[in-house]
């Protein structure tokens, strides 16, 4: 076992967002699970249920800082194929 033998991490994976509501513009930090996407998400502030945009993932995608970890991977869309 040397060194060389671990894979390579080119890019940490964030898996802290901050989403901000559409309806009330109230933000809330959430983190984000590595393996699956968020679908909806009850705003803490006004529990409006939100869903992703058309062509968004996840509720990060949309109305996140951050995108989902499979995208910032780019291993494309966690709802895809
Ligand atoms: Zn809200």
């Given at each position: 076992m040397?060194?060389?033998?671990?894979?390579r991490q080119a890019n940490?994976?964030?898996?802290?967002?901050?989403l901000?509501?559409?309806h009330c513009g109230f933000a809330?930090?959430?983190?984000?699970p590595t393996n699956a996407c968020q679908f909806y998400y009850e705003c803490r502030n006004c529990a409006?249920?939100?869903r992703p945009k058309p062509g968004d993932?996840?509720?990060?995608?949309?109305?996140?800082?951050?995108?989902c970890p499979p995208r910032q991977?780019?291993?494309g869309s966690c709802a895809g194929t």
């Open positions: 040397s060194a060389s033998d671990l894979p940490a994976v964030i898996l802290e967002s901050m901000t509501c559409p809330q930090r959430e983190s984000m409006t249920l939100l993932c996840c509720v990060f995608c949309s109305f996140g800082t951050v995108s991977q780019e291993r």
